[in-house]
């Protein structure tokens, strides 16, 4: 019998709320975390408003050391740390004290790229001919796998510690990644999940390709969300998400409270051909990805109860909504729930898919699905394919049994994770 | 400066970096960085940029390598000083 892989515990560090108990609430009650900043004004980017996770000083000395602190400069490791520390704890484990580590735990936790403020001091400090006064802190909080690193010496775990990349699917990536190493044997519980920096070297990018809506400056709250007809591009953020999964019978043995239960899912890549790109997404594959996590689970499609999508805010939603009813063959009335996180949040890049994951979890757990914001008025070429009530605008009290989560990234690479209310 | 003054400020540049508090209790000239402090030894390169902020110099490659113990960083610090 091939072993069962459950989720015991998450951790979050979103921009519209930080902590298990207040994201769900935030979800719940449809808080928007996108917010305009006086320093993007003041840099002359386009797109002005973003969501950043809001941590108060006093919340930092709960999770780093004093020395950890000292010069700590990368917004992915505090938000990281916060959201895997948390996803820990909130499962019930202990952090080991002694000098043996858990050689059944490990972690794969994702970033795009890591510390770019500290990499800003480096710069700077090199530039200078000062390159001696970096100090030990440089390497560590900029190396890509820092995230994994300072989380694996927190909690001392002995299994594989890694960090993966791949754009915005990072995070839906992470989570199967470890679920299939929690599959083959090879680990009892995966701490997964991803980060993203926050601030302008990281936003600037993806304002100079014009992909950020640019006409909502002064009034962020009204910024067209996913969907919508007026998307005009999608809102950066950042954060962090953390899931813990863990194979059922040692969640059982240790009395663990189980979220819901992962069934499989599917990694792939467009390979950049046919309409793929590096900045699109090959649909074709895309319908492969879902229809491969559905066979993957050993479900059908009619059993998709609800799907959280991609869907940033772009041109690209429609598609998307397209590829969806190709792969389950369902349409109109017939078609599931979708909603997205990202009217919510802005789009978190690499620690998306990790958030997106955790918010689909808290749906089955806790009966409902958040509404999408800012999309009153939805994009003809999704209606002509999804009925309206499908996509629900405010809060649904609804008992969900199985959600599809999608997550698609530059490069044209795509996962599908397929989750399920968990029954013994 | 004194030899009493140059210890009480080391001693508080290395507090942070101290795993092991104990070796704090009794800090003189003989105390070893890395054996009675257990300060990791990637930290050192920190606490020798900390060493030249609060005494404002510069230790070259050459002598921070040589320096293990309270008394060695006193030693480096004086001669800069003079």
């Given at each position: 019998m091939s072993k069962r892989v459950v989720i015991t515990g998450?951790?979050?560090?979103?921009?519209?709320?930080?902590?298990?108990?207040?994201?769900?609430?935030a979800l719940k009650n449809m808080n928007s975390g996108i917010r305009f900043f006086p320093e993007l004004e003041r840099l002359n980017f386009s797109c002005q408003i973003a969501g950043k996770p809001e941590?108060?000083?006093?919340?930092?000395?709960?999770?780093?050391?004093?020395?950890?602190?000292?010069?700590?400069?990368?917004?992915?490791?505090?938000?990281?740390?916060?959201?895997?520390?948390?996803?820990?704890?909130?499962?019930?484990?202990?952090?080991?004290?002694?000098?043996?580590?858990?050689?059944?735990s490990g972690i794969i936790f994702g970033t795009g790229i890591l510390g770019v403020d500290k990499f800003r001091e480096a710069i700077h400090l090199i530039d200078a001919g000062k390159t001696r006064r970096l100090g030990s802190s440089s390497v560590i909080q900029t190396m890509a796998s820092g995230i994994s690193a300072y989380l694996g010496g927190m909690l001392g775990c002995g299994n594989q510690v890694t960090t993966n990349s791949s754009a915005c699917t990072t995070g839906t990536e992470a989570l199967l990644m470890g679920f299939e190493r929690i599959k083959a044997g090879k680990?009892?519980?995966?701490?997964?999940?991803?980060?993203?920096?926050?601030?302008?070297?990281?936003?600037?990018?993806?304002?100079?390709?014009?992909?950020?809506p640019a006409n909502f400056n002064k009034e962020p709250e009204h910024v067209p969300g996913p969907m919508s007809a007026k998307a005009s591009g999608f809102v950066p953020g950042?954060?962090?998400?953390?899931?813990?999964?863990?194979?059922?019978?040692?969640?059982?043995?240790?009395?663990?409270?189980?979220?819901?239960?992962?069934?499989?899912g599917e990694i792939n890549s467009g390979?950049?051909?046919?309409?793929?790109?590096?900045?699109a997404a090959n649909n074709e594959a895309v319908v492969r990805c879902i229809t491969k996590a559905i066979e993957n689970s050993g479900i059908h499609s009619t059993d998709i109860d609800a799907i959280n999508g991609h869907l940033t805010a772009t041109s690209r939603d429609s598609v998307e909504i397209l590829n969806w009813t190709i792969a389950l063959n369902r349409k109109d009335s017939n078609f599931p729930y979708i909603n997205s996180l990202k009217g919510l949040t802005g789009h978190c890049l690499s620690a998306s898919g990790s958030i997106e994951c955790v918010a689909s979890v808290l749906q089955i757990w806790?009966?409902?699905?958040?509404g999408s914001l800012n999309c009153e008025e939805i994009h003809p070429e999704i209606l002509e394919l999804v009925d309206e009530d499908k996509i629900p605008r405010n809060l649904l009290e609804e008992k969900i049994n199985i959600l599809a989560k999608a997550s698609f990234g530059f490069g044209d690479v795509n996962a599908v994770a397929i989750f399920k209310r968990y029954t013994a | 400066m004194n030899e009493k003054e140059i210890l009480s400020r080391?001693?508080?540049?290395?507090?942070?970096?101290?795993?092991?508090?104990?070796?704090?209790?009794?800090?003189?000239?003989?105390?070893?960085?890395?054996?009675d402090l257990q300060i990791n030894s990637a930290n050192l390169v920190d606490v020798v940029l900390d060493v030249e902020d609060e005494f404002n110099i510069?230790?070259?490659n050459d002598s921070m390598e040589g320096m293990l113990t309270v008394g060695d960083a006193k030693t480096i610090i004086e001669n800069k000083l003079v």
């Open positions: 998450m951790g979050v560090a979103s921009p519209n709320a930080v902590g298990l108990r207040d994201f769900n609430h941590i108060p000083e006093d919340l930092l000395t709960e999770y780093f050391t004093p020395l950890q602190l000292r010069g700590l400069n990368s917004s992915g490791i505090v938000y990281g740390v916060i959201a895997g520390i948390d996803a820990w704890k909130d499962a019930g484990l202990s952090i080991i004290d002694g000098n043996n580590p858990d050689w059944d680990a009892s519980r995966m701490l997964v999940g991803s980060c993203s920096d926050h601030g302008p070297y990281i936003w600037g990018g993806f304002d100079a390709m014009r992909i950020l950042s954060g962090a998400g953390a899931l813990i999964l863990e194979e059922l019978d040692s969640a059982i043995a240790r009395g663990a409270r189980i979220y819901a239960e992962i069934l499989g390979g950049q051909r046919e309409n793929g790109s590096m900045t806790n009966n409902y699905i958040f | 080391l001693k508080k540049i290395v507090e942070p970096y101290t795993q092991r508090p104990e070796g704090l209790r009794d800090f003189n000239v003989n105390t070893d960085f890395i054996n510069e230790i070259d």
